[in-house]
Antibody, heavy 117, light 107 residues
Framework: EVQLVESGGTLVQPGGSLRLSCAAS????????MHWVRQSTGKRLEWVSA???????YYPDSMRGRFSISRENARNSLYLQMNSLGVGDTAVYYC???????????WGQGTLVTVSS | EVVMTQSPATLSVSPGERATLSCRAS??????LAWHQQKPGQAPRLLIY???TRATGVPARFSGSGSGTEFTLTISSLQSEDFAVYYC?????????FGQGTKVEIK
């Protein structure tokens, strides 16, 4: 059974940093592209970052420079380093597996990041 | 960035009736279009990809159609477990983008 379990979400002050983790199991992690997608309360889903199984990395322009995605295949883990956080980054952050490029077929349950003073 | 626009925002349907949800892309995405279902407090779930291919385990009452800029998700006979929010998502142009969602509620 495919499982994606996110962790690391918490309350952080504006300007702070946070590292999210995603533990994957039940599938050959090193063979799949992985993604981070976020969802603010009452707002649409928004792509945060993607990393291919070969290590190629993608960010939307709005996220580039502040967010950094990485993976550790030996640990079946995905990470998201977030810096210079603002209130607009408050959201549930989902780790997601891709069936193939752009097609998310499994989602984690999400971890809540709250940016507030 | 490709803007995905869904209509209607809310669809009120009685159980057993047919529901038709629309999604429009601001530029062509070919058939690189997926539909996801999200229930309150849960993560999204993939229903359809490549505009018309059902994901593993998805009931046959869900069907997708369209190409280019106009897409449709049809639920042929709504069951109680189908009342949820549905999102379309394009994966043709990076960054991939989602629509704002259509909420299917009980009439």
């Amino acid at each position: 059974e495919v499982q994606l379990v996110e962790s690391g979400g918490t309350l952080v002050q504006p300007g702070g940093s946070l590292r999210l983790s995603c533990a994957a199991s039940g599938f050959p992690f090193s063979s799949h592209d992985m993604h981070w997608v976020r969802q603010s309360t009452g707002k649409r889903l928004e792509w945060v970052s993607a990393i291919g199984f070969a290590g190629d990395i993608y960010y939307p322009d709005s996220m580039r420079g502040r967010f950094s995605i990485s993976r550790e295949n030996a640990r079946n883990s995905l990470y998201l380093q977030m810096n210079s956080l603002g209130v607009g980054d408050t959201a549930v952050y989902y780790c997601a597996r891709a069936l193939r490029p752009g097609v998310i077929d499994y989602w984690g349950q999400g971890t809540l990041v709250t940016v507030s003073s | 960035e490709v803007v995905m626009t869904q209509s209607p925002a809310t669809l009120s349907v009685s159980p057993g009736e047919r529901a038709t949800l629309s999604c429009r892309a601001s530029q062509s995405v070919s058939t690189n279009l997926a539909w996801h279902q999200q229930k309150p407090g849960q993560a999204p779930r993939l229903l359809i990809y490549d505009a018309s291919t059902r994901a593993t385990g998805v009931p046959a009452r869900f069907s997708g159609s369209g190409s280019g800029t106009e897409f449709t998700l049809t639920i042929s006979s709504l069951q109680s477990e189908d009342f949820a929010v549905y999102y379309c998502q394009q994966f043709y142009h990076w960054p991939y983008t989602f629509g704002q969602g259509t909420k299917v509620e009980i009439k």
